[in-house]
């Protein structure tokens, strides 16, 4: 059964004419004893039917956690489900990923980092380039979600752009509900949370300023 209504089917369609060049989703899934990853098959699915709507201009990469480690490795992949949005049909990484389905309201977030990558431009203010262009080492951003949640899409965008527009940022979309240990290592409480470098901890949806702010502190005092 499709995952995607027809009547969504025809949105889709529409918003992916918007890309300029073509994208690779890579998606990870696992069937080990280890890890019971109940949302990997819908997710799998989810990416294959958006790709059917892109009239060829997202290519897709399915991968197994346990069977591939060394794709996994080379895009920082260490748990499944996961969906990475690469440029280029080769596959150039510019941090964009997604931990857990990205379905609900996080959808919006897959489709708009699609759309980013295959512009390769992040719509950020003057400042937050300026801010992006001192960040000399690596710095990650790890966005707790669910798919219920209205706020957490522009929480999830916004640090995508960030990794979008810096070599040394990436951000990550993560479901507080299917990592429930790390939600819990992080006291992940609401959504949307944001963490940076696993230290600095921002509650809510806040600004591109206050979240550049959050940056700023943490690469002058890390």
Same mark, same amino acid.
């Given at each position: 059964?499709?995952?995607?209504?027809?009547?969504? +089917?025809?949105?889709?369609?529409?918003?992916?004419?918007? =890309?300029?060049?073509?994208?690779?989703?890579? $998606?990870?899934?696992?069937?080990?004893? +280890?890890?019971?990853?109940? =949302?990997?098959?819908?997710?799998?699915?989810?990416?294959?039917?958006?790709?059917?709507?892109?009239?060829?201009?997202?290519?897709?990469?399915?991968?197994?956690?346990?069977?591939?480690?060394?794709?996994?490795?080379?895009?920082?992949?260490?748990?499944?489900?996961?969906?990475?949005?690469?440029?280029?049909?080769?596959?150039?990484?510019?941090?964009?990923?997604?931990?857990?389905?990205?379905?609900?309201?996080?959808?919006?977030?897959?489709?708009?980092?699609?759309?980013?990558?295959?512009?390769? +431009?992040?719509?950020?203010?003057?400042?937050?380039?300026?801010?992006?262009?001192? $960040?000399?080492?690596?710095?990650?951003?790890?966005?707790?979600?669910?798919?219920?949640?209205?706020?957490?899409?522009?929480?999830?965008?916004?640090?995508?752009?960030?990794?979008?527009?810096?070599?040394? $940022?990436?951000?990550? =979309?993560?479901?507080?509900?299917?990592?429930?240990?790390?939600?819990?290592?992080?006291?992940?409480?609401?959504?949307?949370?944001?963490?940076?470098?696993?230290?600095?901890?921002?509650?809510?949806?806040?600004?591109?300023?206050?979240?550049?702010?959050? =940056?700023?502190?943490?690469?002058?005092?890390?």
């Amino acid at each position: 059964m499709p995952l995607l209504k027809p009547g969504l +089917q025809k949105d889709i369609r529409e918003a992916l004419k918007g =890309m300029s060049a073509p994208v690779t989703l890579a $998606v990870f899934t696992t069937d080990t004893d +280890q890890h019971a990853c109940e =949302m990997c098959d819908d997710t799998r699915q989810l990416v294959e039917e958006l790709a059917l709507l892109s009239d060829g201009r997202i290519t897709t990469e399915i991968y197994d956690l346990a069977r591939d480690p060394a794709r996994a490795a080379a895009l920082h992949v260490d748990k499944a489900p996961a969906v990475v949005v690469l440029a280029g049909n080769g596959g150039t990484d510019h941090g964009v990923r997604f931990f857990g389905i990205p379905s609900g309201y996080e959808f919006a977030s897959l489709i708009s980092a699609v759309l980013m990558v295959s512009s390769g +431009q992040a719509a950020l203010t003057p400042a937050t380039i300026a801010a992006l262009s001192r $960040v000399a080492e690596p710095l990650q951003i790890q966005v707790f979600v669910t798919p219920t949640c209205p706020y957490c899409p522009a929480a999830v965008t916004l640090a995508h752009k960030l990794a979008m527009a810096s070599p040394h $940022v990436s951000a990550e =979309m993560i479901d507080a509900s299917e990592f429930p240990d790390l939600s819990d290592r992080f006291g992940v409480r609401a959504v949307p949370h944001t963490v940076i470098n696993g230290k600095v901890h921002v509650e809510g949806s806040v600004p591109e300023a206050a979240l550049i702010e959050k =940056m700023a502190a943490w690469t002058a005092h890390p």
